[in-house]
Nanobody
Framework: QVQLVESGGGLVQAGGSLRLSCAVS????????MGWYRQAPGKQRELVAR???????NYAGSVKGRFTISRDNAKNTVYLQMNSLKPEDTAVYYC???????????????WGRGTQVTVSS
């Protein structure tokens, strides 16, 4: 059974920082992509940042220059360093991973349960 376990959310004042972590556990072959999405109340889930196994990255325009995504391939863990946080960053943040269970498997999307990030003004 594959699981994505997130940690690091919480309450922070505007201008502060938080670091999110997400570890993949279970029997897997490879993780081509890992990323973070977020969903604010009344809004659709949106991509925050994504990173490939070769460390190529892409970011939402609203977080570029403030957030940094990184990964530790040996630990199958992805991180999101969030700096200069704004109240509009308040949302539930979900970890996402595209995972190949075996050499012959197609990639499937897996999701974490989400972690709340609240930024007070």
């Amino acid at each position: 059974q594959v699981q994505l376990v997130e940690s690091g959310g919480g309450l922070v004042q505007a201008g502060g920082s938080l670091r999110l972590s997400c570890a993949v556990s279970g029997s897997i072959f490879s993780v081509p992509f890992m990323g973070w999405y977020r969903q604010a109340p009344g809004k659709q889930r949106e991509l925050v940042a994504r990173i490939g196994s070769g460390s190529s990255t892409n970011y939402a325009g609203s977080v570029k220059g403030r957030f940094t995504i990184s990964r530790d391939n040996a630990k199958n863990t992805v991180y999101l360093q969030m700096n200069s946080l704004k109240p509009e960053d308040t949302a539930v943040y979900y970890c996402n991973a595209q995972i190949e269970r075996t050499y012959y498997s197609a990639s499937l999307d897996y999701w974490g349960r989400g972690t709340q990030v609240t930024v007070s003004s």
